[in-house]
């Protein structure tokens, strides 16, 4: 298991302890007498569970961006790039701008294609575009399904 994997797996560990002891205070709060009592309990139930469906669809992201760097493995079909990479493993950002260009431009000639739309994600996460990057690997999952 690697160190993201382990650490995410600590992550819902603790997330579902969490919920677990919110939920049993939630439940104390329910059964009082007391009417705003009544209402913290609802709402001491009801928002963990927007932390579960969060963590739940993060795990799936990953979980899906993992499966198509595989399957790009697999095709020995991973993006090759020119940028060079700082000793903590990320890319120069400055080198990997002047890239950028080539990689929008082949996902949007070809914007069903879920490789382009993976490899634009990696190089928006190396220009440090976190948002986008996220967002071009949504549409390189969408588009592998289908």
């Known amino acids: 298991m690697t160190g993201a994997k382990f650490s ?30 009544k209402v913290m309990g609802f709402f001491i139930l009801i928002l963990p569970m927007f932390g579960i469906w969060g963590i739940f669809r993060e795990l799936k992201f990953g979980l899906n961006v993992e499966k198509l760097g595989k399957t790009l493995e697999d095709e020995k079909g991973w993006p090759s790039f020119e940028f060079s990479l700082r000793p903590s493993g990320r890319a120069v950002k400055a080198e990997a701008l002047l890239e950028f260009d080539k990689f929008r431009e082949a996902a949007e000639a070809d914007p069903e294609n879920w490789r382009k739309w993976f490899a634009l994600g990696l190089i928006y996460d190396a220009c440090g575009d976190r948002k986008r990057a996220r967002m071009a690997m949504r549409k390189a999952i969408e588009s592998s399904q289908r």
């Open 8 to 37: 995410a797996a600590v992550m819902a560990v603790l997330v579902v302890f969490y919920v677990v002891l919110l939920g049993q205070q939630g439940y104390l709060f329910l059964i009082q007498d007391n009417a705003v009592a």
